[in-house]
């Protein structure tokens, strides 16, 4: 088999956020895990396909692999009112748009996006209703990799859940501009 075809396999029989779990435990670490030999072991019972590479290769063989969870974008939109964006461990970003406050955060395992279009400050909205928007969602394959979400992933985390919000709060009547 050649390359392109062994890492289609293995995608195709882990499923992709097993399959990226797969390829993050084998940067991370320099041998197999028992779950990822126990994976190869099925792979090649269940579907006939034999890897057969120690962890060197594997890694050789899946270093093309993009991790990458979520697009990227360069900048915030002007649109998005941003007063601060940076950080690692957590990444956090606020502002303001329209009459929309806003903050994100990733930390941990998650990344979440806090909106209040009233006086309640974004930090203590936990649920979407009328007036408000919360989002969160797992990223990564480790109890820390949203701590160090990518720049541009977390613009395009930040831009793709305040265009929602923009759109559920003017099907709900609030002002956002």
Same mark, same amino acid.
Request: aromatic share 12%.
């Given at each position: 088999?050649?390359?392109?075809?062994?890492?289609d396999?293995?995608?195709?029989?882990?499923?992709?956020?097993?399959?990226?779990?797969f390829?993050?435990?084998?940067?991370?670490?320099?041998?197999?895990?028992?779950?990822?030999?126990?994976?190869?072991?099925?792979?090649?019972a269940e579907?006939?396909?034999?890897?057969g590479?120690?962890?060197?290769?594997?890694k050789?063989l899946?270093?093309?692999?993009?991790l990458?969870?979520?697009?990227?974008?360069?900048?915030?939109p002007?649109?998005?009112?941003?007063?601060?964006?940076?950080?690692?461990?957590?990444?956090?970003a606020w502002?303001?748009?329209?009459?929309?406050r806003?903050?994100?955060?990733a930390?941990? /395992?998650?990344?979440?996006?806090?909106?209040?279009?009233?006086?309640?400050?974004?930090l203590?909205?936990?649920?979407?209703?009328?007036?408000h928007?919360?989002?969160?969602?797992?990223?990564?394959?480790n109890?820390?990799?949203a701590?160090?979400?990518?720049?541009?992933?977390a /613009?395009?985390?930040?831009?793709r859940?305040l265009?929602?919000?923009?759109?559920?709060?003017?099907?709900?009547?609030?002002r956002?501009?």
């Amino acid at each position: 088999m050649s390359d392109e075809v062994d890492i289609d396999a293995l995608r195709t029989f882990l499923g992709l956020k097993r399959f990226l779990k797969f390829v993050a435990a084998t940067r991370e670490h320099d041998r197999l895990l028992s779950w990822q030999e126990e994976a190869l072991r099925r792979l090649a019972a269940e579907r006939g396909i034999q890897l057969g590479l120690g962890h060197a290769s594997l890694k050789q063989l899946l270093a093309s692999v993009d991790l990458r969870q979520l697009p990227e974008i360069p900048a915030l939109p002007p649109w998005c009112g941003v007063e601060f964006f940076g950080g690692q461990g957590p990444v956090q970003a606020w502002g303001q748009f329209g009459s929309c406050r806003w903050y994100f955060r990733a930390r941990g /395992r998650y990344a979440s996006v806090h909106v209040s279009a009233d006086n309640q400050d974004p930090l203590d909205v936990s649920s979407t209703d009328a007036s408000h928007h919360f989002h969160e969602e797992e990223y990564g394959f480790n109890d820390f990799s949203a701590s160090y979400m990518p720049e541009g992933e977390a /613009r395009y985390f930040i831009v793709r859940e305040l265009e929602r919000v923009k759109a559920h709060l003017s099907a709900n009547g609030a002002r956002t501009g």
